[in-house]
C-alpha cells in the first residue's frame, strides 16, 4: 500500500492507495467510527461498490446507513443539497461522526460542503472511485454546488479526515470518463513535471487500457504532487494552488457553453482548455509552437479533445469570455490565467488582456 500524507498541522490527513482496499475500508474506518453507525452518500450507478463497502464495514462491526442520489453534475444544486442535509440530520450525524462520499468528483464535492455546513462542521471520508477524482477532487478539500451563475461558485475548503483510493474500481469505468481522469493526471506533468509528461506519452495508452500498474503508479504520483501543491497554499492565498487550475479557465467557458451538459464533461474540457493555453501562451510569444503541438497531439494520441474543433464549440471569442467573466477567482475586474513558458513550465499570470483571448478564441478553428 501507498501512503500520501497532506501535511496541513492539526488537519493533517492520509491518502491510502492499493488495489482492492475498498473490501478492506472497515479496517481504516473502524477507528474512527467507534460504535457509531457510519451514513455514505453515494450514487444510483455504484451498487456494486456500495455493496462492497457495506459488506466491509459489517465485517469490521459497523452499521451503515447509505444515501443515493441522482448521478451526474445536475445533483450539485441548492436543491440535493438541502434533502441531503436533511437526510444527515435525520440520521442524528454528529459533528465527531464520520459521513462516507463514495463515487466520483460529483459526490465529493457535494458531500464535502454538506459536512462542512451541517452542525458548522463534520468530518468526512472520501473513496473517489472515477479517475479524476482519485487524481484531483477528492484531495485538497475544494467542495461546492453549481449555480445558474456557474461551476462551484458555491463552497467552502473543508479537508477529509482520510482518503482511501482503489485503483481497481476504475475496471467499471466507461472509457469516456477514464480519458476525462486522465488529463487531471497529464496535468501534473505540464504544470510542473516535464518528466512526468514524457512517462504520460510513452505510457497513457497502456494506462487507458486497462495496465493496472501503470495506473497505481500515476495515481499514485499525481497525488503526491497534489498533497505538496496543497499543503504549500491549502487556502490558494499565495499563487501556487492556483497553478492546479491549468487549462480550467478555458475549460470552464466551453463547460459553460455546454451548460456543464454531458456534451463536454469536466476532463474533456480540462483537456481543451490545457491545449488552448498553451496555444495562447505560443501565440503570445511565451511558449514554442512546438510545445503547443506536442500538448495537443497527446491529447489526440489519447482521444481526448485538443482544442474548439475537437469539443464541437462554436460559440465566438466573446461569449466564451462573457463565461470567463463568472470565474470565482475574477478580482478587481482582472481574471488570473495560467500560461505556459513550456511544458512543466506552468505560471501565474494576472496581466491578460480578456480582449486579446477573446481574439484568440476567434483564430481558433471550429
Request: glycine share 10%.
Amino acid at each position: 500500500m501507498k501512503t500520501v500524507t497532506v501535511e496541513l498541522g492539526s488537519r493533517t490527513y492520509p491518502i491510502h492507495i492499493e488495489a482492492g482496499i475498498l473490501a478492506r475500508a472497515g479496517e481504516f474506518l473502524a477507528p474512527l467510527a467507534g460504535k457509531r453507525r457510519v451514513a455514505i452518500v453515494t450514487d444510483e450507478n455504484l451498487s456494486l461498490h456500495l455493496a462492497t463497502l457495506q459488506a466491509s464495514l459489517s465485517a469490521a462491526g459497523i452499521e451503515s446507513e447509505a444515501i443515493v442520489l441522482a448521478p451526474g453534475e445536475g445533483s450539485k444544486s441548492w436543491a440535493t443539497l438541502e434533502m441531503l442535509c436533511d437526510r444527515l440530520l435525520e440520521l442524528g450525524v454528529e459533528r465527531g461522526d464520520h459521513v462516507v462520499a463514495l463515487g466520483g468528483g460529483v459526490m465529493g464535492d457535494l458531500v464535502g460542503f454538506a459536512c462542512s455546513i451541517l452542525k458548522r462542521g463534520c468530518n468526512f471520508v472520501q473513496i473517489p472511485t472515477s479517475l479524476l477524482a482519485q487524481v484531483d477532487s477528492s484531495v485538497g478539500g475544494k467542495t461546492a454546488i453549481n449555480t445558474k451563475a456557474g461551476k462551484n461558485l458555491i463552497g467552502a475548503f473543508h479537508q477529509p479526515v482520510m482518503v482511501l483510493i482503489d485503483p481497481q474500481v476504475l475496471e467499471t469505468l466507461p472509457i469516456r470518463e477514464l480519458r476525462a481522469g486522465y488529463a487531471e493526471v497529464v496535468k501534473y506533468g505540464l504544470i510542473d513535471d516535464f518528466a512526468f509528461f514524457e512517462w504520460c506519452e510513452a505510457n497513457g495508452a497502456a494506462l487507458l487500457a486497462g495496465d493496472l500498474a501503470l495506473r497505481e503508479y500515476a495515481i499514485a504520483r499525481s497525488v503526491s504532487a497534489k498533497a505538496r501543491i496543497v499543503a504549500a497554499d491549502e487556502h490558494e492565498t499565495n499563487g501556487t494552488r492556483a497553478l492546479l487550475n491549468l487549462g480550467h479557465t478555458f475549460g470552464h467557458a466551453l463547460e459553460a457553453e455546454t451548460g456543464f451538459s454531458q456534451a463536454l464533461i469536466h476532463g474533456e474540457g480540462v483537456a481543451a482548455g490545457c491545449s488552448l493555453a498553451f496555444g495562447f501562451s505560443a501565440a503570445q510569444g511565451i511558449c514554442s509552437g512546438q510545445d503547443a503541438a506536442r500538448v495537443a497531439a497527446h491529447w489526440r494520441d489519447v482521444g481526448l479533445p485538443d482544442g474548439l474543433a475537437a469539443a464541437k464549440i462554436a460559440a465566438s471569442g466573446a461569449r466564451l469570455v462573457d463565461h470567463m467573466r463568472h470565474d470565482k477567482k475574477m478580482a478587481a475586474g482582472t481574471l488570473p490565467f495560467l500560461l505556459a513558458r513550456g511544458i512543466g513550465q506552468t505560471y501565474l499570470d494576472k496581466s491578460v488582456d480578456l480582449a486579446e483571448v477573446a481574439a484568440f478564441l476567434d483564430a481558433q478553428p471550429r
